[in-house]
């Protein structure tokens, strides 16, 4: 092999091993973020508190308001799995909600809900029903808790095939009554490397 083409090749190699880095450190770094977050929701019984709480901290936008815009798209009837954890025994009973909540002008993340107008006040569903206030938002006065169902990491069944992360839960009141079924769709931008954006 010549002088020259050793060179070349060697070359060649400290710009594939510097991409591998690069790109290792990106991996690591979004896998970093991701973790956080992960701790920041599993420390909220809300999620509209929680992607607050990120959304100041990052710095995503200025104030850190959540608002929840339509989701579009034709109402999802409930499945039985639903009807159960809601202990309800119709889809009759039951109000849905799909929306993308933004902080600013970032979509953090998308979500269904089915809940029970029945044991919310007439107010909230008001609320629900004629603004983009976040769910969480609107029934906090209700002293809500969150009982976490599995989550994973990417899209479940009904998320974006984008989702970072996928978190269902079950809201109830303070005695277990349940009022709301929830599917989380985490989105990349929840956890971009700020720095990067354009």
Request: proline letters at 6%.
């Amino acid at each position: 092999m010549s002088r020259s083409s050793g060179l070349q090749t060697l070359s060649i190699r400290c710009v594939l091993v510097g991409v591998c880095l690069l790109a290792s450190a990106c991996a690591t770094s979004s896998s970093s973020r991701l973790q956080s977050f992960e701790r920041v929701l599993a420390a909220q019984d809300s999620a509209t508190v929680a992607l607050t709480q990120w959304c100041e901290t990052r710095a995503i936008s200025d104030p850190a308001r959540i608002v929840a815009q339509p989701g579009g798209g034709a109402p999802v009837a409930a499945d039985a799995r639903t009807l159960r954890l809601l202990e309800v025994k119709s889809g009759a009973e039951l109000a849905y909600r799909n929306v993308a909540l933004d902080c600013g002008s970032t979509t953090l993340s998308y979500a269904h809900n089915w809940f029970v107008p029945a044991r919310l006040t007439p107010a909230m569903n008001e609320t629900l029903d004629t603004t983009r206030e976040p769910f969480g938002r609107v029934v906090a006065p209700l002293g809500f808790t969150r009982e976490r169902l599995p989550s994973e990491r990417g899209a479940a069944q009904g998320c974006p095939v984008d989702t970072v992360l996928s978190h269902g839960a079950v809201l109830r009141l303070s005695g277990g009554t349940p009022i709301s079924r929830v599917i989380e769709c985490y989105t990349p931008a929840t956890i971009a490397d700020l720095d990067q954006a354009p």
